[in-house]
């Protein structure tokens, strides 16, 4: 049984920065899977943020984050992490991390996921 449990999230300024950090205890597939941040902010839709190959070759994240959100994976540690620049308030919400075996192409659908973790707080203050 896999299990993610994330970690980092706090309460940040409007402007300011995080480091989520999502750590996985064990592994029924093998090392290669394909990893992704979700999030899920008050009466909001769970909406995706970013994902990253098993490799950490590539990355994808949507418009909204591009170019302010970083995700990396250290497969050694079993964690995959995701940095948050320039937070906006619109941006606090729970942030989950989860897990699909390795495909060919990246996915945004949280459907495609099988292993989530219980999710950290992220609060942006304006």
């Known amino acids: 049984q896999v299990q993610l449990k994330e970690s980092g999230g706090g309460l940040v300024q409007a402007g300011g920065s995080l480091r989520l950090s999502c750590a996985a205890s064990?592994?029924?597939?093998?090392?290669?899977?394909?990893m992704g941040w979700f999030r899920q902010g008050p009466g909001k839709e769970r909406e995706f943020v970013a994902a990253i190959r098993w490799s950490g070759e590539s990355a994808d994240y949507p418009d909204s984050v591009k170019g302010r959100f970083f995700i990396s994976r250290d497969n050694a540690k079993k964690t995959v992490y995701l940095d948050m620049n320039s937070l906006k308030p619109e941006e606090t919400a729970v942030y989950y991390c989860?897990?699909?075996?390795?495909?060919?192409?990246?996915?945004?659908?949280?459907?495609?996921?099988?292993?989530w973790g219980q999710g950290t707080q992220v609060t942006v203050s304006s």
């Open positions: 064990e592994r029924t597939f093998s090392n290669k899977y394909d």
């Open positions: 989860a897990e699909r075996p390795m495909s060919p192409k990246l996915s945004r659908k949280g459907s495609e996921y099988i292993y």
